[in-house]
């Protein structure tokens, strides 16, 4: 089974400025709460392994997910992947600009690989998104 999650955020402040956090792979993850740790993998900030830590009952311990920027159009669209033994997801983040700012498109595609992945990021995925959204705001210096 796979789950599909989109959310629209209307941020003011400039595409150049949403574009810079958006990505940053560290400030990409950092707010996810599922994410207990991060390294870089290359200089170029296109590949990062992040240590995840699901609350589902087969996966008792973390997993790291690989995941890569596989397509850039600065500062309008970028489309991330993540593997791994227990899911396979997909992000993909539009910027679009408005007259007060940056209207943000964030569409998410899991699929688990294990029992319950879908069902956990069924029910969680629109706090992930708020997580993002309040770090996105404070990264900006701005208030929700």
């Known amino acids: 089974m796979t789950i599909r999650v989109e959310r629209v955020m209307e941020i003011p402040a400039d595409p150049q400025a949403v574009w810079a956090f958006i990505v940053d ?3 990409r993850a950092r707010p996810i709460s599922v994410v207990t740790g991060f390294d870089l993998d290359d200089e ?16 008792n311990k973390t997993v790291e997910v690989d995941t890569e920027d596989v397509e850039r159009d600065p500062p309008r669209y970028v489309k991330f992947t993540g593997r791994s033994r227990v899911m396979q997801v997909v992000g993909e983040h539009t910027l679009e600009p408005t ?3 940056t209207r943000l498109t964030n569409e998410f595609t899991v699929e688990g690989r294990v029992p319950g992945v879908e069902r956990y990021f069924k029910r969680n995925l629109e706090r992930e998104f708020d997580n993002l ?3 996105l705001f404070e990264d900006l210096g701005l208030r929700l």
């Open 133 to 135: 959204e309040d770090a």
């Open 44 to 59: 170029d900030g296109r590949k990062a392994t992040w240590t995840v830590k699901l609350p589902i009952p087969l996966i």
């Open 99 to 101: 007259d007060t700012g």
């Open 25 to 27: 792979p560290e400030k």
